[in-house]
């Protein structure tokens, strides 16, 4: 198979994952289980929360040497700030359009290879991480445990970056980046889609 055959392959079964794909959910709930187990869990069932921290491990192993460490460190400090701020009621920006404006825009860096500075990458992944937070920050109060329940979703968080950073570790080769591309293209039409069904909302 060629490049291009490549990235028509993956742009296109992309394209058929986000068709079947329901809205964003990882934010919709009115309350949580609480628990360890629960927010380990929680990233996986919204797809939103669960595309974009892939993205920022899969961008960091494209840039390399420091943002495939920073990037991943950075998010969930950032994150954390963020829920600290949501618990508290400060004011934000909407905050689901923040959330599909993340994964919209880290998977365009990822398909167009985007090879921004230190400082740019870093102040994006820290702009979005506040809004991801901000969300579940919301929701913290109604957690019956509601350290367990961070403890567990930061841990799913990190686990996301590390698949991202594993993903992106195969761009080193040409059929690779090719891969990566196309995975970027779904992750920013799915942002696309979660932008959408944030503004009808």
Avoid: K, N, Q
Wanted: proline share 6%; with cysteine.
């Amino acid at each position: 198979m060629t490049r291009p055959d490549r990235w028509t392959a993956a742009t296109g079964l992309g394209a058929a994952a986000l068709a079947v794909a329901g809205p964003a959910s990882a934010h919709m709930g009115t309350g949580l289980a609480g628990g360890f187990g629960s927010g380990f869990a929680h990233p996986f069932a919204g797809m939103d929360h669960l595309l974009a921290m892939v993205a920022v491990g899969l961008w960091g192993a494209i840039l390399g040497r420091p943002l495939v460490i920073v990037l991943p460190v950075v998010f969930p400090a950032m994150m954390a700030g963020g829920a600290i701020f949501g618990m508290f009621g400060g004011p934000l920006p909407p905050v689901e359009v923040g959330v599909a404006l993340s994964a919209l825009v880290l998977g365009a860096c990822i398909a167009l290879a985007v090879r921004a500075p230190v400082w740019l990458a870093v102040s994006m992944v820290a702009a979005f991480a506040l809004f991801h937070g901000y969300a579940h920050g919301r929701e913290l109060p109604s957690a019956a445990d509601p350290v367990g329940y961070s403890a567990g979703f930061v841990l799913a968080t990190g686990m996301l970056h590390l698949a991202g950073v594993g993903i992106g570790a195969a761009s080193a080769r040409p059929s690779g980046l090719a891969v990566t591309r196309g995975l970027g293209a779904f992750v920013a039409m799915a942002g696309v889609w979660f932008l959408y069904a944030a503004v009808r909302l």
